[in-house]
């Protein structure tokens, strides 16, 4: 007899690096509080344990392989050996080749009734070009047909794949909902501030060290302003493959004492609650889960329009994209202004973001 198995969450890795690891992760610690059985199957293998503090309630499975692209191929033997040993009620992931894997493996008859779930998690059609976007469209072309629901964080997002994939709009159910948060999480994560010096005062930008983040228009922007602010510095969290041309850039305009890369943070949240300031600096987004963040914890927040909606959150100073006279020029008005009066502002916004609203919403729709 079959395990019955409420949600299957297929996750890349455990570091929580990203924003939809994070969503993820958030909506099963959720499910999980409420008593639904949830499985965590992670591509690669145990790293960071960023999700160790749900072993009690959640059963993690890594995958045997430290690269993402055999842990790719292994989900699909995996799907297999699971879906014939427990009785899957739903799937959710949260990146394109993942969600076409899961959609294949509904197609071909391993997870014939379960429902299928899945997240756009970037406007994937405005970020690549080349072989690596041929890829990923024909992943959409093989899996996507047969997910139950494909959740896009913002109309624009929808937009741009229906636009370059017009099949989708009579074959799949698509639905908009805006990311949710974990604001009790959030709040009571940023009260871990030992590590900050109480003196500092900082700028902070947080994400994977990618071209579509940024930050070198962020550091650039910040060398326009330094001589404004002399005590102020810029702390960019995180790690990735631009993190040695980023060191380059700083050295470069001579800023190795004022912009510092702070390397991959577990909790970002006090950083975010004590900054004089907090950038988004993005290129392109799906929706960054990071300004939401910012916003729970500090009044002082700049952004580029990265994403559709950004532009029409009341109180987020915003500019446009890879404009570095632009952001610094946003960034100094933010600075220089008094905004206390903005809390109440970004409250209103985020309550209507709860993870019950966010899962009732789909749980609607898949009935």
């Known amino acids: ?61 890594y995958s045997p392989f430290p690269n993402y692209f055999l842990g790719y191929i292994a989900l699909f033997f995996f799907i297999i050996k699971f879906s014939m040993l427990n009785s899957i009620k739903q799937t959710l992931s949260s990146q ?25 998690s970037n406007s994937i059609f405005h970020l690549l070009n080349g072989l690596k976007l041929l890829r990923y469209k024909i992943a ?25 994939l017009p099949w989708m709009e009579k074959k799949l159910n698509i639905l908009v909902q805006k990311n949710p948060i974990n604001l009790d999480l959030v709040k009571t994560n940023s009260l871990d501030n030992g590590k900050i010096d109480p003196d500092s005062e900082f700028i902070v930008a947080a994400g994977r060290l990618v071209p579509a983040k940024g930050f070198d228009i962020l550091i650039h922007s910040f060398n326009e302003i330094k001589d404004r602010y002399p005590k102020l510095e810029l702390w960019i969290l995180g790690e990735g493959t631009e993190m040695e041309s980023l060191q380059t850039l700083i050295n470069d305009l001579n800023l190795q004492n004022r912009a510092k890369l702070k390397g991959f943070s577990k909790n970002p949240f006090p950083y975010f609650e004590k900054a004089r300031m907090g950038v988004l600096s993005s290129r392109i987004e799906g929706f960054p889960n990071v300004l939401l963040q910012m916003m729970t914890l500090n009044t002082n927040v700049v952004s580029t329009n990265s994403a559709g909606g950004i532009d029409e959150i009341k109180g ?5 994209i890879e404009n570095v006279k632009e952001l610094a020029s946003t960034m100094t008005d933010c600075l220089d202004s008094n905004n206390s009066d903005k ?14 609203s966010f899962l009732d919403v789909i749980m609607k729709e898949i009935e």
Do not use: H
Not at 316 to 320: K, N
Not at 347 to 355: A, H, P, S, V, Y
């Open 96 to 120: 394109t080749l993942i969600n076409a894997m899961l959609g294949l493996m509904k197609r071909i008859g391993f997870l014939k009734k379960t429902k299928v779930i899945v997240r756009e």
């Open 1 to 61: 007899m079959k395990n019955n198995i409420d949600w299957l969450i297929v996750v890349p890795n455990d570091r929580l690096g990203g924003g939809a690891e994070q969503l993820l992760m958030n909506l099963a610690d959720y499910l999980s509080n409420s008593g639904e059985n949830c499985t965590i199957y992670f591509l690669n293998s145990k790293r960071l344990d960023g999700w160790k503090y749900m072993e009690d309630r959640c059963k993690l499975i």
């Open 316 to 320: 987020v100073y915003t500019c446009e």
């Open 140 to 164: 959409y072309q093989i899996g996507y047909s047969k997910v139950d629901l494909l959740i896009c964080q913002t109309e624009f997002m929808k937009n741009q794949l229906i636009e370059a």
């Open 343 to 356: 809390r109440k502002q970004f409250d209103m916004f985020l309550e209507g973001r709860t993870i019950k």
